[in-house]
């Protein structure tokens, strides 16, 4: 978890650039891409790669039976976003990039608030879903409801 930074980051995407990946080391998908290939050793060749390791989900309670990294992605009316979760017995770990936000956020949440307001964040609540991904309220808009989607397999880091 230590050698994920922003500085890491930034200097991953200059070596593995793509037209497809851009250039802004603030994308979600660079993030998560960036995550994927440092925690689970994956040499992924591109996005649509990224994007068939992930299977929808009913819902959030799908997480509370997940130990160790998980890898989601979301999407509703409004945007997509990619983003990670480092998975304890009583805590999880967001860490993600969300365009535009200079910074990679690693922050921690106890496991059953956070997957409790992710729920009611995916069913369009802006107050929760401003907490769950640590963004002010007065930046997040009006969402619907919201697909979510996963990727998780056991690690060993």
């Known amino acids: 978890m230590d050698r994920l930074t922003w500085d890491n980051l930034c200097d991953w995407l200059k ?3 793509t037209e497809e990946l851009g250039t802004d080391p603030s994308s979600c998908w660079v993030g998560a891409y960036y995550v994927i290939s440092n925690v689970e050793n994956y040499c992924l060749e591109s996005l649509g ?16 039976e997940k130990h160790g990294w998980v890898h989601c992605f ?14 304890g ?3 999880l770990v967001l860490v993600q990039t969300y365009g535009g936000r200079k910074g990679l956020t690693k922050k921690s ?5 956070w997957i409790c307001s992710f729920g009611k964040a995916l069913k369009g609540d802006r107050q929760s879903y401003s ?3 640590n963004l ?9 409801l919201t697909k979510l989607y996963i ?3 056991e690690t060993t880091k």
């Not at 949440?109 to 608030?113: L, T, V, Y």
């Open 15 to 17: 070596a593995n650039s």
């Open 49 to 64: 790669q990224l994007d068939k390791l992930y299977i929808i989900q009913q819902d959030e309670t799908v997480l509370k």
């Open 74 to 87: 979301i999407e509703n009316n409004n945007e997509m976003h990619y983003f990670s979760l480092l998975i």
């Open 89 to 91: 017995k009583a805590h």
């Open 109 to 113: 949440f106890f496991k059953e608030e």
């Open 131 to 133: 907490f769950c991904f």
């Open 136 to 144: 002010p309220y007065d930046k997040v808009d009006e969402i619907g």
């Open 151 to 153: 990727f998780h397999r």
